[in-house]
């Protein structure tokens, strides 16, 4: 972590983003609240379908139709509001401000133009002076993450494997010298060894430049890898978050139990590693009242279906999640295990609610 004046804070508030289907506008994500913190990397983690590209998408103002902010604000230091921010001031503030790699940017390379012709006019766009010590930048970089850089500048997109132009997302995003760098899945399309690379060298130009980063990825060991803090998305909210260690140490939502329990390396033991069972949510089927989670969740109580789940604020983890005030029994066992009083089939639970 740093404490560089230049990385910039980023408060994103109650933000919720629609998208229009033929069942009418469905929310993608939903209320979130997230502070990235200047000079931290923050993991964002979740299943395919959370929204995390939604949210990602949502701090560059981004999202196109038949997507829409439909409330909340992303407030970014230096820029004010994003949301309230369009033509020339967004353009501007992409790229030079916010660094970004989109999930898609294996194949957002123009495919009739070199990376160092692309590089040249992206370094225009932004009005670069130098545009001989940009394309030096961008071949240190690339040389960093393991390629020949002259090479690659001079490379079309068909001549570079998918990890190759995974790689080159990376340093587009990093080569403008933004201070807050957004980068959504920057290694799936990775081998573990090139990944690690990728993580290390994400992690030393943050520090050296004293950046503000969000890494958005479905894989916890990523973020276990690499995020300071770690933010747990599902059905369209985050359901936990926290500093990195402490929520993979000690999770105190369901949720992140189940995804850390199905990872054998993190567990430690393959035996152990058990799947969550189900599947996660689509935009259809996220339930409209009462707990995102509940339909996969092992704890669940009547007040989960639908009462809206408290946010609370334990020092410095938030989770959202009834059951998190009960004590570290309740997201592990079962409401009925936990009761001394057996309850009949449509009985009111004896635990649980009453204390909620
Ligand atoms: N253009 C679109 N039109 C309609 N629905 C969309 C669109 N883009 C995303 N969605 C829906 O919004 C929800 C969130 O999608 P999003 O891409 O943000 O999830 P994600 O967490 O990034 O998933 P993945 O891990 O697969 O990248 C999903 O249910 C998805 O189907
Ligand atoms: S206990 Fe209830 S609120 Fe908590 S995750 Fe389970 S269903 Fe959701
Ligand atoms: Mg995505």
Redesign the pocket.
């Known amino acids: 972590m740093t404490s560089d004046k230049r990385a910039p804070g980023v408060r994103i508030s109650d933000l919720s983003v629609v998208?229009r289907?033929p069942a009418g506008e469905l929310p993608?994500?939903r209320g979130i609240d997230l502070e990235l913190v200047p000079g931290t990397i923050t993991g964002v983690v979740?299943?395919?379908?959370?929204?995390?590209?939604?949210?990602a998408l949502s701090l560059l103002n981004a999202v196109?139709p038949?997507?829409r902010i439909s409330a909340g604000s992303v407030e970014i230091d230096g820029l004010g509001d994003v949301v309230a921010l369009g033509g020339d001031d967004l353009r501007r503030a992409r790229g030079r401000h916010v660094g970004y790699v989109f999930?898609a940017a294996q194949s957002s390379l123009n495919p009739l133009k070199t990376v160092g012709k692309q590089l040249l006019d992206l370094g225009r766009s932004h009005d670069v002076e130098d545009l001989p010590g940009l394309v030096k930048e961008a071949r240190s970089l690339l040389d960093r993450m393991g390629m020949d850089g002259a090479r690659v500048l001079d490379s079309h997109q068909h001549e570079l494997s998918g990890g190759m132009r995974q790689r080159v997302g990376i340093m587009l995003a990093l080569v403008l010298n933004a201070h807050l760098v957004v980068l959504?899945?920057p290694t799936t399309a990775l081998d573990m060894i090139t990944q690690a690379t990728i993580l290390r060298i994400i992690r030393e130009v943050h520090e050296e430049r004293g950046l503000t980063t969000l890494v958005?990825t479905?894989d916890l060991g990523v973020v276990a890898e690499v995020a300071d803090r770690l933010a747990v998305?599902y059905g369209?909210r985050v359901v936990e978050q926290g500093p990195t260690r402490e929520v993979l140490g000690d999770p105190r939502h369901p949720y992140t139990r189940g995804l850390l329990q199905a990872i054998p390396r993190l567990v430690g033991d393959i035996d152990e590693a058990r799947a969550l069972p189900g599947r996660p949510p689509?935009?259809g089927t996220i339930p409209a009242d009462g707990c995102v989670f509940r339909e996969r969740c092992a704890v669940r109580m009547d007040v989960c279906e639908t009462g809206e789940p408290p946010v609370l604020t334990q020092g410095p983890r938030i989770v959202a999640c009834h059951a998190a005030d009960m004590g570290p029994e309740a997201v592990t066992e079962p409401a009925k295990e936990r009761q001394t009083v057996t309850a009949g089939v449509g009985d009111t639970p004896t635990t649980g609610e009453e204390q909620a």
């Open positions: 998208y289907t993608a994500v979740g299943e395919s379908g959370s929204g995390k590209s939604t949210l196109q038949p997507g999930q959504d899945e958005i479905h998305m369209g689509t935009l």
